[in-house]
C-alpha cells in the first residue's frame, strides 16, 4: 500500500479518522476530507504526528466543486489519487430535511444517471 495516495470523507472523526489512520499507517498518502474544517485539521495533525502523510481538507460531499477541489488538492500534492473511502455521512433533521432532500437528490442523480 506504501505510496499510494488516498481521499477518505467524513474523516474528522468515527470510521472515517479510523480508516485514514489505518491507510496512513499503512505507508498511504491520505486526504482527509470533512464539512468541520478545523476538526479535520486537527485529525490531520494527529496523524502527522504519527510520522504518517496527511492533509485535512473542508469538503462538503454534495458540492460538486468542493468534490472536485479536493480531489485536485490530493493530485496536486502526490501526483496521483487511488484510492477513494466514501465516509460522508448525512445527518438529517425534521427542521432540515425539506431544504436538504433536494439537493441530496439532485447530486444523486448527477452522479448516478
Known amino acids: 500500500m506504501a505510496h499510494r495516495t488516498a481521499l477518505v470523507t467524513g474523516a474528522a472523526r468515527g470510521i472515517g479518522y479510523e480508516v485514514a489512520k489505518t491507510l496512513a499507517t ?5 486526504v482527509l476530507a470533512d464539512l468541520k474544517q478545523e476538526e479535520v485539521e486537527q485529525a490531520a ?16 460531499v454534495t458540492a460538486e466543486e468542493e468534490v472536485k477541489q479536493t480531489i485536485h ?12 473511502v466514501n465516509n460522508a455521512g448525512l445527518q ?22
Open 26 to 30: 499503512n505507508g498511504v498518502n491520505v
Open 45 to 60: 495533525e494527529s496523524l502527522r504526528q504519527l510520522g504518517c502523510e496527511a492533509v485535512g481538507v473542508k469538503c462538503d
Open 92 to 113: 438529517l433533521t425534521f427542521r432540515t430535511l425539506p431544504t436538504k432532500i433536494g439537493r441530496i437528490f439532485s447530486f444523486r442523480c448527477r452522479m448516478n444517471p
Open 73 to 84: 488538492e490530493a493530485v496536486k500534492r502526490w501526483e496521483r489519487l487511488d484510492i477513494v
